[in-house]
């Protein structure tokens, strides 16, 4: 099971940490993902770190504002979040297989069938 905490209501350029995390496996073993999806558009990839080496993969939008990270002594991955934008509203969801590639486990969210969490809503207004 993941789950996934951290969103909320914040203001313009303000900041937040989502952390995703596991409960009966091991997070490390795996490729985990960040995606998003506001209503009305398809689910995207927002940020993904691999299993192995933690090579990361960020959207275009969010390069230099997102950052990901994992504690493995925890069992989460987490995704820092500042220079919030109101673009960047939406439910937050993690997921975790083992694609072998970050690049491809964000670009195509349909290939991602291991597990999914069940989300966390971040809406960014003033």
């Known amino acids: 099971q993941l789950v996934e905490s951290g969103g909320g209501l914040v203001q313009p350029g303000g900041s937040l940490r989502l952390s995703c995390t596991a409960s009966?496996?091991?997070?490390?073993?795996?490729?985990i993902g960040w995606f998003r999806q506001a209503p009305g558009r398809e689910r995207e990839g927002v940020s993904c770190?691999?299993?192995?080496?933690?090579?990361?993969y960020y959207t275009d939008s969010v390069k230099g504002r997102f950052t990901i990270s994992r504690d493995n002594a925890k069992n989460t991955v987490y995704l820092q979040m500042n220079s919030l934008k109101p673009e960047d509203t939406a439910v937050y969801y993690c997921a975790a297989d083992n694609i072998n590639s970050v690049y491809i486990m964000c670009r195509i969210p349909s290939m991602v069938d291991d597990l999914w969490g069940q989300g966390t809503q971040v809406t960014v207004s003033s």
């Open positions: 770190i691999s299993s192995s080496d933690d090579n990361t």
């Open positions: 009966g496996f091991t997070l490390d073993r795996y490729d």
